[in-house]
């Protein structure tokens, strides 16, 4: 049965505005709407953090002055080492429930509930949650299973260079041109770039084109568009420095394959992505080169529903 308004609980949401963390805090808002069957989705207040010391310590020194005219909030969520100390100052005052989406920098114990994700260490006391990957807003499509005969529709999603990750045009543009002559002819392919992207890749993926192949570059894109291409898609491509993508494509419940590239040093980040491929939930070019199929999608993750029962059950 759907959830009534006076049922529904009230969501603050404190921010330091960057969009990986908006992103996970309005995951979760969205998993808390599909637990409680709301048929509008949660109302949400953004509370943003200032950009400086300065600014953040007059927030906490007037932090009643954003209980004025508003509702108290059941819960505050928070991402963002910047959000901290006004997110306990808030809870504090309104006594509400406190979530912290990250390892936090101070004590967990301060926190009603620490979702944390597996490649961020592990940890046991009772008020931790632990995911795979960080939270974000993609839920398992709803797409009918395609058939083998049918027109498949391949999402490919390439980052560029990062502080974890080597990146080489050739290497990458000889994957995608792999890719395309090992799948079916009848594939439909859309490749869009990420803010990290050489200008020079995009161009040489633009070249990429034709009647089965369109490139959308991230300058063309919003936030929206990636939730909506991955509802569609039967098969999603990342590039193995796009982790966040990794994720919200696993999280779709396509077949997620991997575009690999160089390491520059082990670390949490890289080791989270090499357990995904040894837990066999990623497929490789090497592996449709060597099987001549994608092996079938596996269950998608649902780590932000699982989040959302264990905020309500707090």
């Not at 260079?161 to 990458?172: A, I, L, V």
């Not at 066999?280 to 099987?291: G, S």
Request: proline content about 6%; charged content about 20%.
């Amino acid at each position: 049965m759907p959830a009534t308004d006076k049922q529904l609980p009230t969501l603050w949401a404190v921010t330091d505005n960057k969009p990986g963390h908006r992103n996970q805090l309005q995951g979760l808002a969205n998993a808390l709407s599909r637990a409680l069957a709301c048929t509008q989705g949660l109302e949400l207040r953004w509370i943003e953090v200032g950009s400086t010391r300065a600014e953040r310590s007059q927030q906490l020194w007037r932090a009643k002055n954003l209980l004025e005219g508003q509702a108290k909030p059941d819960f505050i969520l928070c991402c963002g080492h910047r959000t901290h100390w006004l997110s306990l100052r808030l809870r504090w005052l309104c006594r509400a429930k406190l979530v912290v989406l990250m390892r936090p920098s101070l004590p967990m114990s301060w926190f009603d509930l620490c979702v944390v994700p597996l490649h961020d260490g592990e940890y046991s006391a009772r008020n931790v949650i632990q995911t795979q990957g960080v939270l974000n807003k993609i839920s398992p499509n709803t797409r009918s299973e395609l058939s083998p005969d049918k027109l498949a529709n391949a999402l490919v999603m390439v980052g560029g260079p990062s502080k974890h990750y080597e990146w080489s045009n050739d290497d990458m543009l000889a994957q995608l041109r792999e890719l395309q002559t090992l799948s079916p002819g009848n594939t439909q392919w859309l490749i869009t770039s990420s803010r990290r992207t050489p200008q020079s890749f995009e161009t040489q993926l633009q070249k990429l084109e034709n009647e089965l192949c369109q490139f959308v570059p991230a300058s063309k894109t919003d936030s929206e568009w990636l939730p909506a291409q991955l509802a569609l898609c039967s098969q999603a491509w990342v590039s193995e420095d796009s982790v966040s993508m990794v994720y919200e494509s696993l999280s779709s419940g396509a077949q997620v394959g991997l575009l690999r590239v160089p390491v520059k040093q082990e670390n949490r980040i890289t080791r989270g992505v090499k357990a995904l491929l040894q837990s066999e939930v990623l497929a490789t070019v090497d592996e449709l080169r060597q099987q001549g199929r994608l092996p079938p999608a596996k269950a998608p993750l649902q780590e932000a529903d699982a989040v959302a029962k264990a905020l309500l059950a707090l």
